[in-house]
């Protein structure tokens, strides 16, 4: 039986698109935002956990690339979208 949920994963930061940029406990970055209706709350709190940026294990220059996406984070990637829209 496969799991039901994945994680838990830190949040690094959200793009243009309203998809979520994730991280593994580790620091390891995702290769793709992940849409906001698949991210499912851990554990709600008032105020953000302090979170050190220089445990990641990608640049400053690709997260800031991953943050200026459009991608939604549904699986359709950015430059597919401007194939499509041709």
């Known amino acids: 039986m496969r799991a039901r949920y994945l994680g838990p994963y830190l949040v ?3 793009n243009r698109g309203g ?3 994730l991280s593994e406990l ?3 970055v995702f290769d793709r935002p992940i849409a906001a209706f698949r991210v499912l709350p851990y ?3 008032r105020e953000p956990i302090a979170f050190q940026p220089n445990i990641l294990d990608t640049d400053s220059r ?3 690339e991953l943050e200026a996406s459009t991608d939604k984070g549904d699986g359709i990637a950015d430059a597919e979208l401007a194939d499509a829209n041709r």
């Open 12 to 14: 690094v930061s959200r």
């Open 19 to 21: 998809a979520y940029i």
């Open 43 to 45: 554990l709600a709190r």
């Open 26 to 28: 580790d620091g390891a």
């Open 62 to 64: 690709r997260i800031r």
